[in-house]
């Protein structure tokens, strides 16, 4: 009984292991940026370190790779329709070290998103200006060949300014890895493609593209843990849009608001993102607004507007929670600063750490197992 007793008191005593990870950070070039930033981020009490940077040219959103020994980048740059780039990375985790493989053309101007397949042997990247998206083969060494597949968009919406043409946003898969997801901001209209894992070919289904209102510019895509719906940002009209999902065909079952009730400011929305475990959905605001809406989710995908919580500073383009899902980092792009958010993982609602993350022009973060 006596040794029981030790046994127990031993491990209740002992101290729990430190949880940290690897945070990237993506950002425009700015004096106070010039590349991709990666610091250690603790999970015990929200603080993260800087460990060094690499340089390139405008890394507006980065990709990992399933294995986690590369990283994508667009660079967000943009000449005479084919002066976007990708490129990739190897990381070391001993150190935390990027170093360069290669770089690629994008196909166009302006690329703002990439993602990898499940398979870890495509890669998709969306021009936002050029309004087209391109397929790239993975390497065996982690580089990038040559796209050997573009689709250019066409099209307008009714809103003069921002819809004249087409505007590839977002480049999600499905979560089964069949279906391409591609917002186009332009065109009012989210692309549906078949993908083929083993030729990393897209063909169109029997359901082409999902309609959004006139005006609304959809922008990103995510889909519910579930693999039974997904949700649509429209960042002209500030709305989040739910669609049912199953094979390949897609049914809005509802449209919500991110603005207060009566408020017809514009939201400028950017991103959105699902708490890891399902029952939250929460979606940034730019313009005046500068906030994250909060949603709560019922058992068939529906959305209730919760709350809203205030960035603490100017244009959240990008947000996203750490790997245990307690924080929720918020890169307000134009005051130069990751604010970090406590997350109450039984309400949902944000309260502000009081920790602070000073990086020009932040506007994506990933993660890293160390």
């Given at each position: 009984m006596k040794i029981l007793v030790l046994l127990c008191v031993f491990f209740l005593s002992k101290p729990s292991v430190c949880q940290e990870f690897y945070l990237l950070i993506g950002t425009y070039d700015s004096p106070g940026s010039e590349g991709i930033y990666i610091y250690r981020f603790n999970a015990?009490?929200?603080?993260?370190?800087?460990?060094?940077?690499?340089?390139?040219?405008?890394?507006?959103?980065?990709?990992?790779?399933?294995d986690e020994r590369f990283v994508y980048s667009v660079n967000e740059n943009g000449k005479n329709g084919n002066g976007g780039e990708v490129t990739s990375f190897s990381f070391d985790k001993k150190n935390g070290r990027l170093s360069?493989?290669?770089?690629?053309?994008s196909g166009g101007d302006h690329p703002c998103y990439i993602e990898m397949d499940k398979t870890g042997k495509w890669v998709f990247a969306g021009n936002?200006?050029?309004?087209?998206?391109?397929?790239?083969?993975?390497?065996?060494?982690?580089?990038?060949?040559?796209?050997?597949?573009?689709?250019q968009h066409t099209g307008q919406g009714i809103n003069e300014k921002r819809q004249k043409g087409p505007h590839v946003h977002c480049t999600v898969l499905s979560p089964d890895n069949k279906w391409l997801l591609v917002p186009d901001l332009g065109i009012d209209k989210t692309m549906i493609y078949r993908f083929d894992a083993g030729t990393g070919k897209l063909s169109t289904g029997k359901q082409k593209y999902i309609a959004s209102d006139p005006g609304a510019g959809p922008r990103h895509f995510v889909f519910h843990p579930n693999n039974k719906v997904g949700y649509l940002i429209e960042e002209l009209s500030g709305t989040v849009a739910a669609h049912k999902f199953k094979q390949g065909r897609f049914k809005r079952i509802q449209?919500?608001?991110?603005?207060?009730?009566?408020?017809?400011?514009?939201?400028?929305?950017?991103?959105?993102?699902?708490?890891?475990?399902?029952?939250?959905?929460?979606?940034?605001?730019?313009?005046?607004?500068?906030?994250?809406?909060?949603f709560s989710?019922?058992?068939?995908?529906?959305?209730?507007?919760?709350?809203?919580?205030?960035?603490?500073?100017?244009?959240?383009?990008?947000?996203?929670?750490?790997?245990?899902?307690?924080?929720?980092?918020?890169?307000?792009?134009n005051s130069n600063e990751i604010v970090i958010f406590k997350?109450?993982?039984?309400?949902?609602?944000?309260?502000?750490?009081?920790?602070r993350i000073p990086i020009g022009k932040p506007v994506c973060i990933k993660w890293i197992m160390p």
């Open positions: 015990d009490n929200g603080t993260a370190k800087p460990v060094r940077h690499i340089k390139t040219s405008n890394p507006s959103y980065l990709t990992i790779s399933n360069y493989v290669n770089t690629q053309s936002y200006s050029s309004g087209n998206l391109a397929v790239f083969p993975v390497r065996k060494d982690g580089g990038l060949s040559s796209a050997d597949t573009l689709i449209r919500v608001s991110t603005l207060v009730e009566g408020d017809s400011s514009f939201a400028g929305s950017a991103d959105l993102h699902i708490s890891p475990d399902g029952k939250f959905l929460y979606a940034s605001n730019r313009g005046n607004i500068n906030n994250i809406a909060i989710l019922n058992n068939k995908g529906k959305l209730n507007l919760i709350g809203h919580q205030p960035t603490l500073g100017n244009t959240p383009r990008h947000f996203n929670f750490d790997p245990t899902g307690t924080y929720l980092l918020v890169c307000n792009q997350r109450d993982i039984n309400t949902g609602q944000l309260t502000d750490s009081g920790k």
